[in-house]
């Protein structure tokens, strides 16, 4: 099962890093991501598309949820961050058909930089839940 952590305690248990100086393309495997979460059409089944294909945006998500984000610990271990945008930055799409509008941003940060990337999720499949460790409010 899935741990949660605020971000201060996520920093405190050193889970937290800057991304800042992470290329978010930078790497095949992110480009890749980027691409997918950039055009719907190109994409069977189920994903999550951001509505700018400005890098520049992208970043700015990605560094606004490493900043200010809670924390997931899943249950192989990887880090997540997860971020309530308060705005619709995205949809999600179903082979190409519009489905939901997005205003989360999940950021995988496994332990390898050049797999860290972001993508638009829906508030509705997350709840408020307390950290695990001061149980202050949090979205998981």
Known sequence: MSKYYCHDCAQRRGFTYSTETV?????????????????PVKNKGIVSV?????????????????????????????????????KTIGATYQNGQFTIPTDTIKVVL????????TYPVNSA????????????????
């Open 50 to 86: 951001f509505d700018s294909p400005d890098y520049q945006t992208y970043a700015s998500y990605t560094l606004s949820a490493a900043a200010s984000g809670s924390a997931e610990i899943d249950d192989n271990g990887r880090l997540n961050m997860i971020f309530f945008a308060g």
């Open 23 to 39: 290329e978010l393309t930078g790497s095949q495997y992110q480009l890749e991501k980027y691409v997918k979460h950039h055009s």
């Open 110 to 117: 496994p332990a390898v930089p050049e797999k860290t990337h």
């Open 125 to 140: 499949n997350y709840e408020q839940s307390k950290c695990a460790d001061c149980g202050k409010d949090i979205l998981i």
